[in-house]
């Protein structure tokens, strides 16, 4: 994987050294494309070098805009009024600044974008800053994103989008949708905020919450707006409540916004506050290319790295923290004992507190009552974690533990000496929260970022801890809302979310090599900044249940897969079943089984699991390549479900497919696009252990899966012989 991913990087690092493919129509191929540079590059001489504006595509004006009281800031934010520092390239990525300065209202704006050699799109966070000597007037309607964006040609827009992490069947489902009312009225208007996803969610009649308004539990913030041939990727970067809005007019043209949903602040002399952050990338031909493409800039630029690479989601062993020290040091041993090739050791909630009753799973004990007391349970850990890490170390695995640092129950020592840290959805500190009230620790106080990052960092550094598992099981915006003061609403909400992204970089920075697990009641936290930071190990909770549907498990990996390529979750296998753990095959795995832990594991059992192991593993590079669907993302039991991962580097795939329980078909012919016709190929079948060799032209167009029962799964690979 690595090997891949520094060719691709040496091979895309400087623009015009590349032959680009000409044509993107028709393929899923995730290069860029020479005239998807060519129309991006100008928007960005526009922006940065004050050249021409393509007027008949996007605004010919910077694209975002704020109100500072009465006065709007297109009234004097030109763009042939930017000061502008223009980067210098590094690695691919140039970062430039534009500043403008208002004497009516003192404020200074700038704008930070980033864009890329090596992808049509950029990226900026926009900044306001009062330089007056008194407070600023309410700034407000800051939107981060505000510009028109026109068709090519007369098709009418489809708006495809992808639902979020709310722990259902249908969590990551990826939807196109025609942007007209009817036949007969060609406007309309798609709209995402938290009345409206809250209407959304009520009409699903299956929600657990009305309201939930973390960054990805009802959408992504992630769009695709397909305009006839070519379209345009936005997306977003903020940990807090954000809108969006797609108001297509009917006649092609589309005003796009987005922002932080709750600003009408006003800014004391001297303070700055941030935008979210914004991404457009354009694309010409198919959307699948699009996706491709934005897939591959995740990897490359949205990602969290390591040893100068994109990191990769490990194949974990997980357990429980309730579970006595003896216990785990009996599974590592295990582990080691039967050779099990997992990357790493999960240790998930119960580990911490003072409590002395057993808590032996998710469903019983004092994990959740006791959330934000960090010092180990002397009761379950006698010898505190240091046993397990030791024992860790020896194996050569890696250790993953679990946190909800920004939750804190009332009475848990911190709450109790630093009550002003915490806030309560009423309003108030923890002086005045009754007893086990769940309290959200403010991040926007230095104070209590800096007393968190020491807590949490001196836990890591001591048991040698490799990936820092945070939780987040609360919604945050009513205990933001309910400290606003009546001029500055939004404002606690955006220093809690400028500290959370500053608690993680200030944790890495203290220890290089630390990977962050980012979870929130799975993946509620899937935007831009987090997942610069973060990979997603568990991204929806509908698996921490054994009487999930396994359909549901490969519908969402095939809807995830359009947009974030590092991701995992775990099949909750309870017996020997290939079909239901092939259906969390990823990136990354959560793989082990009942037998394991208190009771011995029979020899089949074994064996089977260390098969699944490394069949995950074997399986795992291919999802950081290109995806080629091949069938719709349902979960319906009378269906197929199919796709195959792609590494042009290698010349290799890797097909996955589901013949559910019920379908009637027991072959599905599929064609392979990445094929050359003149090359010869290696076709193995995982099941059957057949392999063949093959011309690309007798496969390109028309390669047939066979299933000859239902609920089957299979796994082929397709590679070119050198």
């Not at 200074?108 to 900044?127: I, S, W």
Request: glycine fraction near 8%; aromatic fraction near 12%.
């Amino acid at each position: 994987m690595a090997k891949f991913l520094s060719i691709v990087m040496a091979a895309l690092m400087t623009f015009g050294a590349v032959a680009y493919s000409q044509d993107p129509i028709g393929s899923y191929d995730g290069t860029p494309t020479e005239s998807e540079f060519a129309l991006m590059n100008g928007w960005k001489a526009f922006l940065l070098e004050h050249g021409e504006a393509d007027a008949a595509r996007y605004t010919a004006d910077v694209p975002f805009s704020f109100m500072c009281g009465d006065r709007s800031s297109r009234d004097w934010l030109k763009i042939d009024a930017a000061e502008i520092a223009l980067g210098e390239w590094k690695d691919g990525v140039r970062r430039s600044t534009l500043t403008w300065r208002d004497d009516q209202t003192s404020i200074v704006c700038e704008a930070t974008l980033e864009d890329y050699q090596n992808y049509p799109g950029f990226q900026y966070t926009v900044r306001l800053r009062n330089e007056g000597t008194e407070n600023s007037a309410r700034v407000h309607d800051f939107k981060a994103l505000d510009f028109r964006w026109n068709r090519a040609d007369t098709t009418l827009p489809i708006l495809y989008r992808t639902q979020g992490s709310d722990s259902r069947n249908d969590d990551f489902m990826f939807v196109g949708e025609d942007m007209r009312k009817s036949m007969w009225v060609h406007n309309r208007d798609v709209r995402m905020d938290s009345a409206s996803n809250s209407a959304f969610r009520k009409a699903l009649n299956s929600s657990l919450f009305d309201s939930d308004d973390r960054p990805s539990a009802t959408w992504l913030p992630f769009f695709n707006y397909r305009t006839g041939p070519d379209g345009l990727i936005v997306a977003l970067g903020w940990n807090g409540g954000w809108f969006a809005e797609f108001n297509h007019h009917g006649d092609g043209d589309t005003d796009i916004t987005a922002g932080q949903e709750r600003l009408d602040a006003v800014l004391y002399p001297g303070e700055t506050i941030r935008s979210p952050l914004v991404m457009l990338m354009y694309w010409q031909g198919e959307v699948g290319h699009a996706q491709n493409m934005f897939r591959r800039f995740m990897l490359a630029h949205n990602h969290p790295q390591e040893n100068g690479k994109p990191a990769i989601a490990p194949i974990c062993r997980n357990s429980w923290g309730g579970t006595p020290t003896d216990e785990h040091l009996r599974a590592i041993k295990e582990v080691v004992d039967m050779n099990f090739d997992y990357d790493c050791y999960w240790i998930d909630a119960g580990w911490y507190g003072q409590g002395t009753e057993p808590c032996p799973d998710v469903f019983h004990g004092d994990w959740g009552s006791t959330v934000g007391d960090w010092r180990v349970n002397p009761t379950r850990h006698p010898n505190a974690l240091k046993p397990i890490a030791d024992a860790l170390t020896k194996a050569n695995m890696k250790f993953l533990l679990w946190f909800e640092t920004e939750r804190a129950v009332k009475g848990v020592p911190a709450t109790v000496e630093h009550p002003e840290w915490y806030l309560r959805s009423g309003g108030g500190d923890a002086s005045q929260a009754g007893a086990g009230e769940s309290l959200l620790l403010n991040l926007g106080d230095p104070e209590a970022r800096e007393w968190l990052t020491k807590t949490i960092g001196d836990i890591l550094e001591e048991n040698n801890i490799s990936w820092y598992r945070e939780d987040f099981n609360m919604v945050p915006n009513p205990y933001w809302n309910a400290h606003d003061a009546e001029d500055r609403v939004g404002m606690t909400e955006m220093r809690f979310v400028e500290g959370l992204y500053q608690f993680w970089d200030d944790l890495r920075a203290r220890i290089p090599d630390l990977m962050i697990d980012n979870c929130a009641s799975g993946g509620r936290r899937l935007e831009l900044e987090t997942l610069k930071r973060s990979v997603v190990l568990w991204r929806s909770d509908y698996n921490c249940f054994p009487y999930l549907t396994t359909e549901v498990t490969q519908s969402h990996t095939f809807g995830i897969a359009h947009w974030i390529p590092a991701n995992s979750t775990s099949p909750f296998v309870t017996k020997i079943d290939d079909y239901q753990c092939r259906s969390a095959l990823s990136s990354g795995a959560v793989l082990s089984s009942d037998e394991f832990g208190q009771t011995k594991a029979s020899p089949e059992t074994v064996a089977w699991v260390k098969d699944r192991v490394a069949e995950a593993k074997r399986a795992r590079p291919y999802f950081y390549g290109d995806f080629y669907p091949f069938t719709q993302g349902n979960w319906s039991e009378d269906a197929w479900l199919a796709y195959m991962m792609w590494r042009p580097d290698m010349e290799s795939g890797l097909v996955v497919a589901f013949r559910r329980a019920k379908s009637p078909v027991a072959a599905l012919t599929v064609a392979l696009e990445p094929i050359d016709p003149e090359k010869t190929y290696k076709i193995e079948d995982v099941d059957t252990g057949e392999v063949v060799t093959v011309r690309g032209e007798e496969i390109k167009d028309g390669f047939t899966i066979r299933a000859e029962s239902p609920r089957q799964s299979k796994l082929i690979y397709i590679t070119a012989v050198k």
